[in-house]
């Protein structure tokens, strides 16, 4: 069966714009989590979103958002970005919170983002 | 906060050698996950350890979790060149508003030959 699917895979951007990323969970995960990986704070939780809901949320600025669609697909958005925004965003599924808790949690490829 | 803590953060190591990798984390917890992740790809994962004294193995790696001592192993054994990667533990954590996942820095592990 199909895994996480992230899109873009790669993009860059300038200081002061916009980006949306996208994540298609594994069919029939409801809940999905992203994490941002940078050189200078590793792997940290940004949100979970279970039956488009936002359960969870991690210690960002509120320029950092994201939301989760009926069809389980979430996205998320960074607005006013800056370079320290440039990262490896990775997208996790689940069927709920509580299997990922369990080690049912699948991660997609990632986007890169590139600010300049 | 919870804190998860890897050392070495660092390790160079000969083909054929064994060494281990520790992880200890700072509150209560019975879930300990195991990544391993190559440059520039997302993470892979390796091991899932769900209660006190569950021990995994697979292959050249094998981990540990001792929940009263909030400490991980992963330990290497025999090492090979196709070993070298980055590997990251995550300590679960689910509350009633949800779950997340909490890293520890990484250890960039290299195998040579």
Same mark, same amino acid.
């Given at each position: 069966?199909?895994?996480?699917?992230?899109?873009?895979?790669?993009?860059?951007?300038?200081? +002061?714009?916009?980006?949306?990323?996208?994540?298609?969970?594994?069919?029939?995960?409801?809940?999905?989590?992203?994490?941002?990986?940078?050189?200078?704070?590793?792997?940290?939780?940004?949100?979970?979103?279970?039956?488009?809901?936002?359960?969870?949320?991690?210690?960002?600025?509120?320029?950092?958002?994201?939301?989760?669609?009926?069809?389980?697909?979430?996205?998320?958005?960074?607005?006013?970005?800056?370079? +320290?925004?440039?990262?490896?965003?990775?997208?996790?599924?689940?069927?709920?919170?509580?299997?990922?808790?369990?080690?049912?949690?699948?991660?997609?490829?990632?986007?890169?983002?590139?600010?300049? | 906060?919870?804190?998860?803590?890897?050392?070495?953060?660092?390790?160079?190591?000969?083909?054929?050698?064994? =060494?281990?990798?520790?992880?200890? =984390?700072?509150?209560?917890?019975?879930?300990?996950?195991?990544?391993?992740?190559?440059?520039?790809?997302?993470?892979?994962?390796?091991?899932?350890?769900?209660?006190?004294?569950?021990?995994?193995?697979?292959?050249?790696?094998?981990?540990? &979790?001792?929940?009263?001592?909030? &400490?991980?192993?992963?330990?290497?054994?025999?090492?090979?060149?196709? &070993?070298?990667?980055? =590997?990251?533990?995550?300590?679960?954590?689910?509350?009633?508003?949800?779950?997340?996942?909490?890293?520890?820095?990484?250890?960039?592990?290299?195998?040579?030959?």
């Amino acid at each position: 069966k199909a895994g996480v699917t992230q899109t873009p895979r790669y993009l860059i951007k300038t200081r +002061g714009q916009q980006v949306t990323l996208s994540c298609s969970p594994i069919s029939g995960h409801r809940s999905v989590s992203w994490y941002q990986q940078t050189p200078g704070q590793g792997l940290q939780f940004l949100f979970e979103y279970f039956s488009e809901t936002q359960r969870n949320k991690g210690n960002f600025p509120g320029r950092f958002s994201g939301r989760q669609f009926s069809n389980s697909r979430s996205e998320m958005n960074v607005s006013t970005l800056e370079l +320290g925004d440039s990262a490896l965003y990775l997208c996790a599924s689940s069927l709920t919170p509580e299997l990922a808790y369990t080690g049912e949690l699948f991660f997609g490829e990632g986007s890169r983002l590139t600010v300049l | 906060e919870l804190k998860v803590e890897q050392n070495p953060l660092f390790l160079s190591m000969q083909e054929g050698k064994n =060494y281990t990798i520790y992880c200890n =984390y700072s509150t209560t917890s019975d879930r300990l996950y195991w990544y391993r992740q190559d440059p520039g790809k997302s993470l892979e994962s390796l091991f899932v350890l769900l209660s006190n004294g569950a021990v995994k193995q697979e292959g050249r790696l094998m981990a540990s &979790l001792d929940t009263k001592a909030r &400490l991980s192993t992963l330990h290497i054994t025999a090492a090979v060149h196709d &070993l070298s990667a980055t =590997y990251f533990c995550a300590v679960v954590v689910l509350t009633a508003s949800g779950s997340r996942l909490t890293f520890g820095e990484g250890t960039q592990l290299t195998v040579n030959p």
